[in-house]
């Protein structure tokens, strides 16, 4: 359990928060690069950690990311006019209401209400211009100090050209950490996805379906590293083996999971829309080759970890509002759950926690207390995890300047996938560990892309 005060630290994202301050210390994945695919087109709103802006592409191809709300009087500049390269004043976006315009910096390129001889245009910003990259597929931005800046993210999928990466995005009705805090969770993998061999997944998960399902009450080995933490769950299996599985948690928001053998490589973000919301992402990687068109065409369609979405949205077809499809005859028969996609059989628990936090808009998403939790020894990598979030959002309010867990790029680097191991059972955590890491060192690409 966390008291409610730890637990309303945890769940805050908001500007002014330690954990919002946290998060701004750090790359955010804000939109695929393909949401807004032609310089000069449409822009697209976001709301990350409490803030409303607009992703837009200039009439250069640059990304913009900006305060959703112009300076002047509060217009949307969503519905902003994306001018092209080759306008008088630039590539831009220009303010329906008056006209003001703006480029991807945030500086004021243009004010058509104002007296040409007027120099009011050089002293009016966007209420924020946040720098972006694009980095496999994904287009990623920076909120916070620019003075504390770190280097664009050498994640397992950012370090990859883009043809070997997959990225989705889907909007979560919860508040991040529930999200998080299911990633870390091992032991509700042999149970909640029971029905393992039924997803619609392909081979990589029917060749774990046999470790995962045999030993449903894993022991977790819990380390703390330089980019968060190395959890290991370790199955026992027929014959005196033992089946080991790890994930990375790296900090603010990922999670990197094991690798079985051949198979591609998958990892996770969950990025706070604001305290009630979360953006799930998803990264499918091979390294050792780019992707086929059979895979991409799978996971398109909403296979694997992805989810299939309403068109022109993030929201899942199978969601909150349609009680995520669940098929009850399925459930009594072949099912743990009677949902058909692994995505939303995790969002179908993590959306419908309680009791909720005071003040929360519950029809927005699920925030819970966790005050009167009963956590039990398999709960060991979410306390593990918590308990990390907290003392480096902490150490930061101490003093800002120090570097959290996570940020610098050879921390994130250690966090490749391990692969999945079938040892020994007496084979005990350290040694499995540095298996685990040697296999991975060995087939890990050039770092440093
Ligand atoms: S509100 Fe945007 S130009 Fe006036
Ligand atoms: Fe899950």
Same mark, same amino acid.
């Given at each position: 359990m966390l008291s409610a005060e730890r637990n309303q630290t945890l769940t805050a994202s908001a500007q002014g928060t330690p954990m919002g301050a946290m998060y701004r210390r750090h790359w955010i994945p804000v939109a695929l690069s393909q949401e807004v695919p032609l310089a000069g087109g449409p822009p697209i709103r976001r709301r990350l950690l409490g803030e409303d802006l607009v992703l837009f592409r200039d009439g250069a191809g640059r990304p913009g990311l900006l305060s959703e709300w112009c300076p002047h009087r509060g217009a949307s500049l969503y519905f902003g006019r994306n001018e092209r390269a080759d306008s008088p004043t630039g590539p831009g976006l220009r303010c329906v209401y008056h006209g003001w315009k703006f480029d991807v910096d945030g500086s004021c390129l243009d004010m058509p209400n104002e007296p040409e001889e007027s120099t009011f245009r050089n002293r009016v910003r966007a209420r924020a211009a946040y720098p972006c990259r694009e980095l496999a597929g994904v287009i990623w931005a920076y909120l916070g100090d620019p003075r504390l800046r770190p280097d664009a993210p050498q994640l397992p999928w950012t370090i990859l050209p883009a043809e070997h990466v997959y990225a989705s995005v889907r909007l979560q009705l919860c508040n991040s950490i529930q999200a998080f805090e299911g990633a870390v969770d091992a032991s509700h993998v042999g149970i909640l996805?029971? !029905?393992? &061999?039924?997803? !619609?997944? &392909?081979?990589e998960f029917k060749r774990v379906r046999g470790g995962i399902a045999v030993d449903k009450a894993p022991r977790f080995y819990v380390e703390q590293t330089d980019f968060g933490l190395t959890i290991g769950a370790r199955r026992r299996m027929a014959g005196g083996q033992a089946y080991w599985r790890f994930t990375q948690v790296v900090l603010p928001w990922y999670v990197v999971l094991s690798q079985e053998p051949d198979a591609p490589g998958s990892g996770h973000a969950w990025v706070p829309v604001d305290e009630h919301r979360t953006y799930t992402w998803t990264f499918s990687f091979r390294a050792d080759r780019p992707l086929d068109g059979q895979e991409v065409a799978r996971w398109r369609a909403g296979g694997g970890l992805h989810a299939p979405l309403i068109p022109g949205t993030l929201t899942p077809t199978m969601n909150r509002d349609n009680d995520y499809l669940v098929n009850r005859d399925l459930q009594a028969s072949a099912s743990m759950t009677g949902i058909s996609n692994v995505g939303m059989q995790d969002a179908a628990v993590q959306e419908n926690m309680g009791p909720h936090m005071p003040g929360t808009l519950a029809a927005l998403g699920s925030r819970m207390d966790r005050s009167s939790e009963r956590l039990g020894s398999a709960d060991a990598g979410v306390v593990a995890t918590r308990r990390v979030l907290l003392a480096a959002a902490t150490a930061l309010e101490k003093d800002a300047t120090i570097r959290p867990p996570g940020v610098l790029v050879e921390d994130q680097r250690q966090a490749c996938p391990y692969p999945s191991m079938l040892v020994d @059972? @007496?084979?005990?955590w350290h040694e499995v560990r540095g298996l685990a890491q040697g296999e991975a060192a060995g087939s890990a690409p050039p770092a440093g892309r």
């Open positions: 996805h029971s !029905d393992i &061999g039924l997803w !619609d997944a &392909g081979d @059972e @007496e084979t005990g």
